[in-house]
């Protein structure tokens, strides 16, 4: 892993090859990829393949969930794999292959997958406490039981219930209004959490700030999270396992294990063993810009 052999007690050079968690006995796996391919527009002059053969498997790991990264060039086919795994049309199904999750093939949407995107999806006519109820209130939950539970995560991500509660969306920063669609899709307790650049628009000091408040949250909801990103940084600080896809037509073709984050983005993000990371996952991807692969 290292170039050189490390003096006793020194640190790692690299965070890649981290520790595998240990997966759950007889528990099918939270997502399954098989040979899968998507073609929009099949038969038409418009026909285009997003992805190819993707494959992978993320088990169900026990008292934890893993956290995958996934980068790769712009039209690459990131977000079809985050919209096939939530079921969404016109991505699902895949044109070849299958998609499992829990080792069903799923019938569409589900509360058990929650998506954040990254334009802050919130209803404007709604109050910052509605927006986060507003899944509960479609389960049919009473209405004090989801003011309860929405006060609560207004509270877990960081916003204050009491003076915030009641303002509108255009009345928050952009941070803010990302931390009221977090709590909107973690409310409702899913089991995978699917993220398309979340933090994209942010500046860099909120952005450290959403990233040490998600890698809380999902250690304590202990939920799979997808997050699509094309910030390394942000992958290698967040994920155990990032996915490499290649150009169009995506298909992954590197996996890297990363120890999971220990300090706040601020301070981890310096360090040299971070660089280092970071350096050799910017090699595979500047090969794809080139079209080596």
């Known amino acids: 892993m290292c170039p050189l052999p490390l003096p006793a007690g020194a640190a790692p050079c690299s965070l890649i090859d981290g520790p595998v968690a240990k997966p759950k006995e007889g528990v099918p796996p939270i997502v399954e990829f098989q040979g899968v391919t998507k073609t929009y527009g099949v038969g038409t002059r418009r026909e285009f393949t997003a992805i190819r053969d993707v494959s992978f498997r993320i088990d169900d790991l026990d008292k934890t ?25 016109p991505h699902f199904p895949p044109t070849v292959g299958q998609v499992l999750v829990a080792g069903r093939v799923p019938g569409g949407p589900g509360p058990d997958r929650g998506m954040v995107f990254q334009d802050y999806t919130c209803f404007d006519n709604r109050t910052v406490l509605d927006n986060v109820a507003f899944g509960l209130e479609c389960l049919g939950a009473a209405p004090g039981a989801r003011r309860e539970a929405a006060m609560e995560w207004i509270a877990k991500v960081g916003l204050d219930p009491h003076r915030d509660a009641y303002k509108y969306p255009h009345q928050l920063s952009g941070g803010m209004r990302q931390r009221v669609a977090i709590a909107r899709t973690l409310i409702l307790k899913p089991r995978i959490i699917l993220m398309d650049e979340p933090f994209g628009a942010l500046d860099p000091a909120t952005r450290h700030n959403m990233q040490d408040l998600l890698v809380a949250l999902w250690r304590e909801v202990e939920a799979t999270v997808f997050l699509v990103t094309h910030d390394i940084s942000e992958a ?18 590197r996996q890297f294990h990363v120890l999971s984050p220990d300090r706040p983005a601020r301070l981890m993000q310096r360090e040299p063993a971070f660089q280092d990371t970071v350096f050799r996952v910017r090699e595979v991807l500047d090969g794809l810009k080139e079209g080596k692969e």
């Open 236 to 253: 290698v600080f967040l994920a155990d396992r990032i996915f490499v896809m290649s150009n169009s037509p995506g298909t992954i073709i």
């Open 65 to 89: 969930g893993e956290f995958i990264g996934l980068l790769g060039p712009s039209g690459c086919g990131k977000s079809t794999v985050l919209r096939m795994i939530a079921g969404l049309a």
